[in-house]
């Protein structure tokens, strides 16, 4: 008995594992799904990053050209509708420095990298007119006041503004211009370097100057209608000889460079070095406003009868506008 008992439990045991074995396979064949996506489930990937900011955060950039007119008829900057009124090709770009400003944990303030990239490339694209605005600062929109300098009046509204950093490049098009790229929010400096490539690469027929110099201030004579002397920065990145260069008065109404317009001519060696910034007066010995000699002088300018609101262009020798400012 004990033997045949001992023979009948195993071979129960075998077959117990015979079974099991016979049924693994099924077991472990995969079971499908009642309900099976078509489509998985979209997994959104991390962010790039560099110098720890998130790139292209809040980034809508336009995948083609956007036509875009501007209205004359309501408050805009006086240099911007100059520009616009040329055919020049322009950057425009609002930006945001206060303590509410968009920043990351390292504290790095979005619109002021922005606007710095903007400002360092600008010095490599002279043909391109660049207007910067502090969004805090918008000046009258619905009085006859004009515009003073960094105040922007609609031309964010008409522009369709959102967030900032805001930065919107354009070029003539037809009879209207085209918004060829338009950035909101953080934008690496590289992708704006390629915008600001293909924008200069546009043809125009604006009578903007390849010399990257502007005007920075024009003082008044104290019987308020002449000029005393003018500021010049050179935000290019090689010198620049100031001498033939002019001052003129623009058409109030056309904002344009009439023949014959009254203005004054740099008749001495100005030289100005790469990011240095030089006064020009109507006396040799003059002082500026910052208590330094004029670094030369021009001729006329004591008869031009400017009053506040008249605007200024600073013509190469070439005749082509190189820079403007409203006194």
């Known amino acids: 008995m004990p033997a045949r008992f001992g023979l009948l439990v195993v071979l129960v045991l075998c077959c117990v594992a015979l079974f099991a074995g016979c049924g693994g396979e099924e077991d472990e064949a995969p079971v499908p799904s009642a309900e099976s996506p078509a489509t998985p489930a979209a997994v959104e990937p991390p962010a790039d990053v560099q110098g720890g900011v998130p790139v292209g955060t809040g980034q809508a950039e336009t995948t083609g050209d ?75 929109v619905d009085t006859a006041r004009e515009l003073q300098p960094g105040e922007y009046g609609t031309l964010p509204a008409q522009l369709g503004v959102g967030i900032t950093p805001f930065v919107a490049m354009m070029a003539p098009s037809g009879d209207a211009y085209a918004i060829t790229n338009l950035f909101q929010g953080y934008v690496p400096e590289p992708v704006l370097s390629q915008a600001l ?63 014959g317009a009254p203005g004054v001519t740099i008749n001495s060696d100005i030289e100005v070095g790469a990011g240095q910034s030089v006064s020009v007066g109507r006396v040799p010995d003059l002082v500026d406003d910052e208590g330094e000699f004029v670094a030369g002088t021009f001729e006329g300018g004591t008869a031009l009868e400017l009053a506040p609101g008249d605007q200024l262009a600073l013509l190469d020798p070439g005749g082509a506008v190189a820079s403007t400012i409203t006194v």
Not at 203 to 225: F, H
């Open 197 to 259: 490539f293909d924008l200069a690469a546009v043809e125009v027929e604006d009578n903007t100057s390849d010399v990257a110099v502007e005007l920075e201030q024009v003082v008044r004579t104290e019987g308020g209608g002449g000029i005393e002397f003018f500021g010049v920065r050179n935000r290019g990145e090689r010198p620049v000889n100031l001498q033939g260069f002019t001052l003129r008065v623009l058409d109030p109404e056309t904002a344009q460079v009439t023949p």
């Open 66 to 140: 956007v036509p875009f007119t501007l209205n004359t008829e309501q408050p805009v900057p006086p240099n911007f509708a100059e520009a616009y009124g040329r055919g020049a090709r322009i950057v425009v770009q609002f930006y945001k420095l206060d303590e509410d400003s968009l920043s990351y944990p390292e504290g790095l303030s979005v619109d002021r990298q922005v606007r710095d990239s903007i400002e360092r490339l600008g010095t490599q694209y002279p043909t391109i007119e660049f207007f910067s605005y502090e969004i805090s600062d918008p000046g009258p």
